[in-house]
């Protein structure tokens, strides 16, 4: 039988936690003299009352840790309710509470899909709310794809089960050293980020929201024009590096900032993603330059920054790329299914286990030309064992099923094609806008039926906690002694 004591303990104390943080907002609209604080001061007190109390009712310590199913229940139950939590403030501007839990959904997530308008001119104190949420579900990310999923084995992870990690079904106890370090890296990082966008002009109100979610690769910004509003290139360039950092191993940049970078370089997934954006950047450079007429240095800037957005997943937009051609409409599609290094704030299929699929196809083209020849491939000095090849055919053969799944639901709410299959492959993929005049670059999900956004913000939420994390809750044997 299942303990639920501990699990419930610990999201008691993520509520507690999650309550202390709405009331940065409220300090900044109180700040601004805006009364929108009291939307943050009343959902605070809400969410701690009813964290403090489940944690007082279930009682105990986490000092034998949790076991494995205890860990698939409390990371699902996490992050599917933290945003409820979270939506409550967006309640206060009198949309519905459908909208409230997209944008809550989207913003822990880190998916940046958006059904506000007007960003320019919202109170202040929701602006910050919705940076600090993408800020916060970015470092959850990193731990979950860290600390938790190695351990589970989902998707391949098991390749990058760490020292730190407690291989004996015992596990929140344990890696405590390894997440302080990674929350030390999380916040030198996120300062360093606004202290670039000051450098470039941006105001420190622009620059302190625009790094919290630059680096969490979340894509919120304080305007309805994304990084299209602000004119100096170089303010697009820093976003453009702080989104390839965030979507970088965070085990290796903690190694790189304790004076080993080339650490980082010897990672196959990161040679592979940084030769990839640089390979699809410049054919995108060269494409503008052609058809769209753009100058070389501006060519340069938005087909980077747009190619950078996507495959991180962080889902700002320089200008609309929707509007550049087919061509560019097709690549954009494509990239959303790409999504940068395990470890990082990063959605869609990361590239390790693009590397995995291919090093397994080669590995069986080769045994076909070959069959009695023994031959085995490796990752990074690991060599891919059938249990760890399958693991990772089987993700992707779900990714790309979910994908299509909920691209037929969304069609039933009478959405066209483009509309559903972008909105799917952006959800899944956590990657922010999608293709078409409703919610591509230039528009926001606002329009989509009610019905539309629930699914949706399931889908994000699957696709953040690598499907399986989800589906195996549904398996009778899960919950069987």
């Not at 304080?222 to 970088?248: H, Q, R």
């Not at 991180?312 to 097709?330: E, I, K, M, N, R």
């Not at 959405?415 to 409703?438: E, K, M, Y």
Request: charged share 10%; proline share 4%.
């Amino acid at each position: 039988m299942i303990s639920f004591r501990p699990v419930l303990n610990v999201l008691g104390f993520l509520y507690v936690g999650l309550a202390t943080a709405m009331l940065i907002p409220a300090i900044v609209d109180v700040a601004q003299k805006n009364a929108d604080w009291q939307a943050f001061v009343f959902s605070a007190l809400l969410t701690g009352m009813i964290g403090m109390l489940l944690s007082l009712a279930v009682g105990g310590t986490l000092k034998d840790g949790l076991d494995t199913r205890q860990t698939f229940i409390l990371t699902t139950l996490a992050w599917a309710t933290l945003p409820a939590f979270g939506a409550l403030p967006f309640l206060w501007l009198g949309i519905g509470y459908a909208d409230a839990v997209f944008e809550a959904v989207s913003g822990f997530t880190t998916t940046g899909s958006t059904v506000l308008t007007g960003l320019d001119s919202l109170p202040p104190g929701l602006l910050v709310w919705r940076s600090i949420m993408q800020w916060m579900g970015g470092v959850g990310i990193i731990v979950m794809a860290i600390v938790l999923l190695p351990f589970l084995r989902i998707g391949g992870m098991q390749l990058f089960q760490t020292e730190n990690s407690d291989r004996s079904e015992k596990i929140v106890s344990r890696s405590v050293e390894l997440i302080r370090l990674l929350g030390l890296a999380y916040v030198f990082l996120t300062v360093l980020c606004i202290a670039a966008y000051l450098a470039t002009g941006m105001t420190l109100f622009d620059a302190f929201n625009h790094a919290l979610t630059t680096i969490a690769t979340g894509g919120y910004s304080t305007k309805d024009e994304s990084f299209g509003y602000f004119t100096n290139p170089a303010s697009g360039w820093v976003a453009i590096v702080f989104m390839i950092i965030g979507a970088l191993p965070f085990v290796l940049i903690i190694q790189a900032l304790r004076g080993h970078p080339l650490q980082l370089w010897r990672d196959p997934q990161v040679r592979a993603l940084l030769g990839f954006l640089a390979i699809v950047s410049l054919t995108l450079t060269i494409y503008l330059g052609l058809e769209m007429r753009f100058p070389f240095d501006e060519a340069l800037l938005r087909a980077t920054f747009n190619v950078v957005s996507i495959v991180t997943g962080t889902g700002y937009a320089l200008g609309d790329f929707s509007q550049w051609g087919a061509p560019v409409v097709g690549i954009s599609l494509l990239l959303m299914f790409v999504g940068g290094c395990t470890g990082s704030t990063t959605g869609g299929i990361k590239i390790f286990r693009f590397l995995v699929f291919f090093g397994t196809v080669r590995a069986h083209l080769r045994r076909m030309v070959r069959p009695h020849r023994i031959m085995s491939e490796e990752y990074s000095g690991t060599r891919l064992t059938p249990e760890l090849s399958f693991s990772v055919l089987a993700f992707l053969v779900l990714y790309m099923g979910s994908v299509g799944i909920i691209t037929v639901a969304l069609s039933f709410f009478d959405l066209d094609l483009v509309t559903a299959i972008s909105a799917a492959a952006t959800s899944v993929g956590n990657v922010g806008p999608g293709l078409g005049d409703v919610i591509g670059p230039a528009g926001h999900f606002a329009p989509l039926p009610d019905g539309a956004k629930w699914l949706l913000s399931f889908a994000m939420l699957v696709g953040r906690l690598e499907l399986f994390t989800v589906l195996v809750l549904l398996d009778p044997d899960f919950w069987s002694k």
